[in-house]
C-alpha cells in the first residue's frame, strides 16, 4: 500500500514538470511587431481625429474611427496569432 502512494506521488510530480515548459515563450516576434503595428494604428487614428478639429469633419466621423477600429483589431489579431505546427521550431 505505501508502494502504491510513493507511485502515484512520483507521476504527479513528473506530470507538473512536464506540463510547465521553461525557456517557451507565448508570443513570437510576429506578435509582437503586429501588436506594435496595431498600437500605432490606434495612436494614428486619434491624433487624426484631433489633428481636424471639426465635429462633423469627414476625417473625424469617417476615416478616423476606422483607422481605431482597424488597430484594435490588429491587436486581437496579433494576440490570437499562432505559427502552424509546421512553422513552430
Known amino acids: 500500500m505505501a508502494d502504491q502512494k510513493k507511485r502515484t ?3 504527479r510530480k513528473n ?3 512536464r506540463g510547465k515548459s521553461r525557456g517557451v515563450m507565448v508570443f513570437q516576434r510576429r506578435n ?20 481636424e478639429n471639426e465635429v462633423d469633419g469627414f476625417i ?3 476615416v478616423a ?3 481605431i477600429l482597424g488597430g484594435y483589431l490588429e491587436i486581437i489579431y496579433a494576440i490570437m496569432w499562432r505559427p502552424r505546427k509546421e512553422q513552430a521550431v
Open 32 to 51: 509582437y511587431l503586429l501588436l506594435i503595428l496595431g498600437i500605432a494604428l490606434v495612436v494614428v487614428g486619434y491624433v487624426v481625429m484631433r489633428m
Open 15 to 17: 506530470q507538473r514538470a
Open 65 to 67: 474611427p476606422l483607422m
Open 9 to 11: 506521488g512520483g507521476r
Open 60 to 62: 473625424s466621423l469617417y
